[in-house]
């Protein structure tokens, strides 16, 4: 045998070694536990009246244990829903075209939709509550599921039930492919022409520059401060929204990732490229990403925030593989803003509250906004 093949054997060897010493001390310490799970297995082997299937009662278990944790972005991802991500990753993926996440009753909440998308010319409205996909009530549905079920293959529809100030409504929606959807628009204001507006949907991993595109190109046509519209954006790629608040921030944190053994990475700014005054658009669809951008922008003193409470989704999620093509997604960390501000399941509070009502007939954060600014460039 010759050295190569006798390298490869020992680190087989030794891998095998500490993985059996691994689960061994995982037993020991947890006797009761995993006794009880055996005793299970082998009470169903011998006394249930019926057939069993084992791969059915493995997902249950594993299901069962992350339910456990009482933590709604925990949960077990069935072989299908794997494979939409997948599709996702490669760019091949049909869906109708909203961003959702699930509040603190439970219920899939539709927080934005992609601009000229098929749920946006169907009706479907940001703030709507998904009742039923295609007739099948979404009441005990992970947020992961409902994705999957909106999500399909070219030339196919969607019959989506959501609810509306207590009325449901139920509209059936073309599939379009999704990932090439610009996520930055900028104009300058018409009426107050030293006012650049931009607004960020979503961050993907695009978004970076685009934005810095978009203020490039506004640059060139002159403006003295800017608005940073957020509202029901809904996150999205981490990278993209610590890209842009680096182009703002002085230096200084922008977020700190804590995990659950307490190591923090910080991600930082080292100087502004780009100092004008500004105002930054909230509501309580602002989550996950475009939150982190919104505190770090406040805590550093960068911008002022206008609108209502933000959404309060600061929890990073990884997503582990099993043999069979299932996956646990697990809560694995948290963010917490540069002043060390831990705003999961609370939201970030504006420094300016404009509630925007159903039936307005302006936009009247928009026009607020503008006034905040017009103060802060006087």
Known sequence: ????????????????????????????????HVQKIVRTVALIEQKYLWESDAGTLADGAVKGMLDGLGDKYTTYIDADTITGFMEQVSGDVYGIGVYTAEDENGDI??????PESPAEAAGIEAGDIIRAIDGESTADMTLDEAVSLMRGRPD??????????????????????LGNTVTVAG??????PDIAYLRISEFSVQTGTEFAEQVNALIKEGFSGMILDLRDNGGGEVNSAV???????????????????????????????LEVPMVVLVNGNTASASEILAAALKDSGTATLVGTQTFGKAL???????????????????YLTPKQND??????????K?????DAATDIQLERAIKVLQDKMR
């Open 243 to 273: 890209e842009v608040a680096r182009v703002f921030v002085p230096s200084g944190p922008i977020v700190h990732v804590v995990s659950g053994d307490g190591r923090v990475d910080t991600k930082s700014a080292t100087e502004a490229q």
């Open 1 to 32: 045998m010759n050295r190569a093949w006798k390298l490869l054997r020992d680190v087989v060897l030794t891998i095998c070694c500490l993985t059996t010493l691994c689960v061994g001390v995982l037993v020991v310490t947890n006797f009761e």
């Open 109 to 114: 909440v539709i927080l934005s939709l992609v």
């Open 187 to 192: 104009t300058i204001l018409e009426e107050h």
């Open 354 to 358: 404009v509630e925007l009502p159903a």
């Open 316 to 334: 990073v999620q990884g997503v582990y593989m099993y043999a069979d093509g299932t996956a646990m997604k697990i809560t694995e960390a948290k």
């Open 156 to 177: 196919t529809s969607a019959e989506i039930t959501v609810e509306r100030s207590g009325t449901e409504y139920t509209y059936v929606v073309n599939r379009f492919k």
């Open 343 to 352: 705003i999961n399941g609370v939201g970030i509070s504006p420094d300016v």
